[in-house]
């Protein structure tokens, strides 16, 4: 079955620790995306790839990086720098190029992060 | 900026009865409207999509409707069950890439 795999499924780390969530779809799907969920608050975009090797600044990608070698992976770092960590975190993915903007998104079933 | 509202931010119904949920944004100019449902712990799954120049789409028991000039979508589900406890969620897209979502409506349905 195709679909987006995270893993891994809960990360505990300590404060000033750098840590890398893992995101893989074998969708065939050119776009991919990265989203923060924090509780009574809508998921805010960290960072978005339309194509391989290519990616753009969401709207709160300070304390984030990304890398995108690959067509079906896109894995995020949670870097020292977010001051925040703790949270939600979904990765997604779609279609991609022009046929793209009437083609629903497909999440992963998320990463729940804990920084101490 | 876009910004999304869905009130209320919970509903509990008896099982049964038709939920109406609600969704407004801010801006008009959006290329399509997106509806998703979230299980406890678990990522989105997209129920309907609705592009800007329709005005509802329908899947099952779930009926979706679009009034882009007020900046207002339903998410109607017929006869609930309690299957459909779980959080809903709107997005709207504007013309690039980046979804606005609203923080979402929770629904509990009671056996």
């Known amino acids: 079955d195709g679909g987006i795999t995270q893993s891994p499924k809960y990360l505990f780390r300590k404060e000033g620790q750098n840590v890398t969530l893992s995101c893989e779809q074998n969708l065939n799907h050119d776009a991919m995306y990265w989203y923060r969920q924090d509780p009574g608050q809508g998921l805010r975009l960290i960072y978005y790839?339309?194509?391989?090797?290519?990616?753009q600044k969401g709207d709160i990608a300070e304390g984030y990086s990304v890398s995108r070698e690959k067509k079906e992976s896109f894995p995020l770092t949670v870097t020292s720098a977010q001051k925040n960590p703790t949270a939600f975190y979904l990765c997604a993915s779609s279609i991609g190029q022009e046929l793209e903007r009437n083609s629903p998104l497909h999440f992963g079933n998320g990463t729940r992060l804990t920084v101490t | 900026k876009q910004e999304v509202t869905q009130i209320p931010a919970a509903l509990s119904v008896p099982e049964g009865e038709n939920l109406v949920l609600n969704c407004s944004f801010t801006d008009s100019a959006i290329y399509n409207l997106q509806w998703f449902r979230q299980d406890p712990g678990k990522g989105l799954t997209s129920l309907l999509l609705i592009q800007s120049s329709q005005r509802e789409q329908t899947s099952g028991r779930l009926n979706a409707s679009l009034d882009k000039s007020s900046g207002r979508s339903t998410l109607y589900i017929a006869a609930s069950q309690p299957g459909d406890s779980a959080t809903y969620l709107c997005a709207v897209r504007p013309n690039d890439y980046k979804l606005s979502f609203g923080a979402g409506t929770t629904v509990t349905v009671r056996a």
């Open positions: 790839s339309q194509i391989v090797n290519d990616f």
